[in-house]
């Protein structure tokens, strides 16, 4: 994993609907890492982890130079002797469709009759968020509904749970490819792979969206995962369809009820067929076929 041992300086922005590819790009390339993290009414809030000489004017004056905008910021110092492990979110173990979800932390699994799926999951990774309940919903009646899929592809996998949990459940070992933008996401999705013995069903890969060439040379799938968010859900619409075999299935989140209606009538206009609407608090999860 990618070093991040020694204390740095957090830099949180103020939640917004989206920001610019330009401003997002800028980003990757200022900060050692950025998340975002999702707000309960739907807004990306945006975490860099910069070292502890990160200078604020310079980078305020970086942002003018490029004729972008920025939310506003604060920054905190984070001091830790060990990021990724000070930083993991102790969630407790939960059983959702098929599965019992239980953290890195955790010593060994609860008593279940479920498929575990055991995961490191830090403030980048949405390992309990309702949108994840919802795929995970989504994956268990997947599994008995449809033929075992050879290929699938898992477009923002973060903690890598997802292409973890088709693994598992579908026994017949599918490839898997499980794409990030984030390096982060990249290792902690190989280095949960290995923790729940699925690592030769799963390449965990870095991608800007479907760009990487593996993506393409794979295709097509028979099940694609985008658990991310609505804009970035839009842009990806097309190269989905593109990439689905036919009557392949596309189970998408990261969306919130008023944002239910645009995206699935933007995804019909794509040529998807709506086949289920999930429901979790204000989030929503669709699963969409070719």
Request: hydrophobic letters at 40%; glycine letters at 4%; proline letters at 4%.
């Amino acid at each position: 994993m990618h070093n991040l041992s020694k204390s740095c300086k957090l830099i949180k922005f103020t939640p917004v609907v989206s920001i610019s590819e330009e401003a997002s790009a800028f980003l990757e390339e200022t900060f050692d890492v950025v998340a975002i993290n999702y707000t309960d009414d739907g807004l990306e809030e945006y975490v860099g982890y910069a070292p502890l000489d990160f200078d604020e004017k310079a980078f305020i004056n970086n942002i003018k130079k490029i004729n972008q905008s920025l939310p506003e910021f604060h920054t905190e110092i984070l001091e830790n002797k060990n990021w990724l492990k000070e930083n993991v979110i102790r969630f407790a173990p939960f059983e959702i469709g098929d599965f019992m979800i239980y953290g890195i932390h955790e010593t060994s699994c609860p008593t279940t009759s479920k498929i575990p799926v055991q995961v490191y999951a830090a403030t980048a990774f949405g390992s309990e968020h309702q949108t994840t309940k919802m795929c995970l919903q989504a994956i268990s009646e997947l599994h008995k509904k449809i033929p075992t899929p050879q290929k699938i592809l898992d477009m923002g996998t973060g903690s890598g749970i997802l292409s973890i949990a088709a693994a598992k459940i579908w026994q017949t070992m599918p490839q898997i490819i499980s794409a990030d933008i984030d390096p982060e996401s990249v290792d902690v999705t190989a280095n949960n792979a290995i923790t729940n013995n699925v690592e030769k069903s799963i390449s965990a890969i870095l991608s800007n969206g479907y760009s990487n060439p593996k993506i393409k040379n794979n295709r097509p799938y028979d099940l694609i995962f985008a658990n991310i968010l609505a804009n970035p859900l839009k842009m990806m619409s097309e190269s989905a369809y593109k990439s689905l075999a036919d009557n392949g299935c596309y189970l998408i989140s990261g969306f919130i009820d008023n944002q239910e209606q645009d995206i699935v009538k933007h995804h019909q206009k794509r040529g998807f067929k709506l086949v289920k609407l999930y429901k979790l608090e204000n989030w929503r999860a669709a699963l969409l076929q070719k």
